[in-house]
Every structure is written in structure tokens, then in C-alpha cells.
């Protein structure tokens, strides 16, 4: 893809002090860039500083780029996203991904706030994303001018990265079920018909995010792993009646568990 700004931002980050190869980013979501005090000797830059980099304006997004060591891993954070219903794009995070790439990356691992369809899968709760759906139907990949852009998207989320992500859980102690998200465009959150489709469909999640990161980051060549905090149940679904003040609540409430998994993933 190439986009004219990713050469430049990486050079600004070497340009502020990065020494080493980057070999990990995450993706913080909802409520969850709180992991992100936890990495030592941080390089922090602002999404603002940095060309091309996503200007989110959603509530529990910080919007910067925290670089450095996480249980000896160098890994970069990425404090919140850019989503498709904030600029009608789905290539938002294309930029930021590229440049990630550039530094040398080659695991990515997503975190995103989703509504369950399982009812064993509550509030607080986290699941990993074994597929997708993609009912929107955007792709961040339509108008790129060469055949790279038709990526396969089998084991688009890496059977070794979950893997590992199940084993660091069952260390932890962390319930970790595995199933199908279903991306919404949002911003409006899915009807209770919608959701009745989207079980119909073999989704156990829905979300507003991931989904074009993801396509995104297989194009790169990068491998990606990706895992939900359970923030509600789904619309018309036990009862659900999902809000962005839940939304942001719940996902604080079991940030916990998440940095414990991402932080065990991290040792292996």
C-alpha cells in the first residue's frame, strides 16, 4: 500500500529515541490504554505528532503511541484507535499500521469492547476472535492499485497466536472461549434483529472495531492475534441494552484480566 506518510512518521519515532527492533504492537481499545503505564523506559509520542496517525475523538481513546519494554518484550501500544464511523474510512489505521511494519514489527495483537451472544459469555468477561464477519461490506483494501490486495484471509487470525494467548490464560486462571466477531459499521449500536442475524450467521460477538485492522495487517504481512472484553450482552439479547457509558464502565472493570493475559502472552 505504501502510504505517503508512514515513511515519515517512522522516521520522526527513530528521530525521538527508538533503538530497537519493535517486535509486538497492541492495539489498546475501549477502557484498556491503561497497560500502557506499565511499559518501561516509555517512548510516548502523540497520535498528533505523528503524520498520519488517527485523530479519534471517542471518549476512553487517549490517542497516542507508547513505545518500550512490557515483560522484557519490546512492544509498541497504540492508547486507542480510529474507527470506520468517525471518518467514513476504513482505511483510518493504515498509516499507523504501515509505519508499524516499517519498524520492523510483525505481531499485532488487537483489544477491542464487543457485545456477547453467548450467554456464558457475561459482562467482563474476555473471548478470543478465532474469524470474522464482515457485514459491512467496506474493505480498506478497495482502490489499491496492485494484486497484493487480494489477501487471503484464511487463519487470518494465527493459529500459533491463539495458541499461545489460550495458554497464557489457562496459566492465568482467565475463562477464554473462542468464537466468530461480526463487524458493524456503528455508530449506532446493532438493532435486536441484527443481532438475531448475526447469530443466525455464526457470530458470537459484535463490534465496532478490528475488522479492517485486521485486513489491513495481513496485506502488511503482518500476523495478528485479537481478543474481546465483553463490555454487554447484545442488543435484545439477555436482556441487552447497550450503551457507550457501559460500554466504557465494564471495560474498566475487567481491564485486569486483560493486562494479565496480554502480559503472560508477552512472557512467552
Known sequence: ?????????????????????????????????????????????????????????????????????????????????????????????ATALETLQLLGVETLLLTNSAGSLQPDWPPGSLA?????????????????????????????????????????????????????????????????AEVRMAKLLGADLVGMSTVPETILARFLGLRVAAVSMVTNFAAGFAGGNPSHHETKDVALQGAAALQKLVRAFLRQ
Open 128 to 192: 478470543l476472535i478465532a474469524d470474522h464477519i464482515n457485514y459491512s461490506g467496506l474493505n480498506p483494501l478497495i482502490g489499491v492499485a496492485s494484486d497484493k490486495r487480494f489477501v487471503p484471509m484464511n487463519d487470518a487470525y494465527a493459529p500459533d497466536l491463539r495458541d499461545k494467548l489460550r495458554s497464557a490464560a489457562l496459566r492465568e486462571h482467565i475463562a477464554l472461549p473462542e468464537g466468530v466477531y461480526m463487524w458493524f459499521a456503528g455508530p449506532s449500536f446493532e438493532t435486536p
Open 1 to 93: 500500500m505504501t502510504t505517503s506518510q508512514a515513511p515519515t512518521a517512522a522516521r520522526i519515532i527513530v528521530e525521538r529515541g527508538l533503538h530497537t527492533k519493535i517486535g509486538t504492537a497492541i492495539v489498546l481499545g475501549t477502557g484498556l490504554g491503561a497497560l500502557a503505564d506499565a511499559v518501561e523506559n516509555a517512548l510516548v509520542i502523540p497520535f498528533a505528532d505523528l503524520p498520519g496517525f488517527p485523530h479519534g475523538n471517542v471518549s476512553g481513546h487517549a490517542g497516542r503511541l507508547v513505545i518500550g519494554k512490557l515483560e522484557g518484550a519490546d512492544v509498541a501500544l497504540l492508547q486507542g484507535r480510529a474507527h470506520y464511523y468517525e471518518h467514513g474510512d476504513p482505511r483510518v489505521m
